[in-house]
């Protein structure tokens, strides 16, 4: 979900793991020339998705990426199951509450589906999609500090090695 921390805690773990970061919002922002929201609005939700579907799919299988996707990709079932088939899909969990104040101004973030749910019921929606999808889910509800959120989901990335190997095959 948007506001989680996908893109600032997963910048910091992948260069603790020597992994190359890669960021889809910011590779679908240079493939259609604009800020996320600006292209929302003039395109619509349909023509966003499609893009980020088109992106997810260019990603080439990689054991060498920490991949954050935009909280809209889980929208995709083709390509949740392309990222499912050669990745290890990561769940990064908290309260709406918690969320919700990291998101200033939800109608300038980028965020699929604002104009027919509330930011409340986009991460009710949301939620169970990704749930369907992960193989590791890590509750942030528990750290209140940056720091230890990248602690936790280091110590929980290492107690799941086998799960994380089975994709390097």
């Keep these: 979900m948007a506001g989680v921390g996908k893109t600032t805690l997963g910048r910091i773990v992948a260069k603790k793991l020597g992994l190359e970061f890669v960021d889809v919002d910011e590779l679908i922002k240079k493939k259609v020339g ?4 600006s292209f929302i609005e003039k395109e619509g939700d349909e023509a966003f998705m499609k893009v980020e579907e088109e992106v997810l799919m260019s990603l080439t299988p990689s054991e060498n990426y920490l991949i954050s996707t935009g909280g809209s990709a ?18 990064l969990d908290d309260s709406f509450s918690h969320i919700s104040s990291r998101i200033k101004n939800p109608s300038k973030r980028g965020l699929v589906g604002l104009k027919d749910q509330t930011l409340r019921q ?6 169970s999609l ?3 999808y ?11 500090r940056k720091e230890d ?3 936790g989901i280091l110590r929980c990335l290492e107690n799941n090695k086998e799960l994380l ?3 390097k095959s």
Excluded at 34 to 37: A, E, K, N, R
């Design 130 to 132: 990704y749930r369907k």
């Design 134 to 144: 992960e193989d590791i889910i890590i509750d942030l509800r528990g750290f209140s």
């Design 74 to 91: 889980v929208y995709s079932e083709k390509a949740m199951n392309y990222l499912k088939k050669w990745s290890t899909i990561v769940l």
């Design 165 to 167: 190997a089975r994709h």
């Design 122 to 127: 986009l991460f009710v929606e949301r939620r």
């Design 149 to 151: 959120a990248i602690n």
């Design 34 to 37: 604009s800020q996320l929201q």
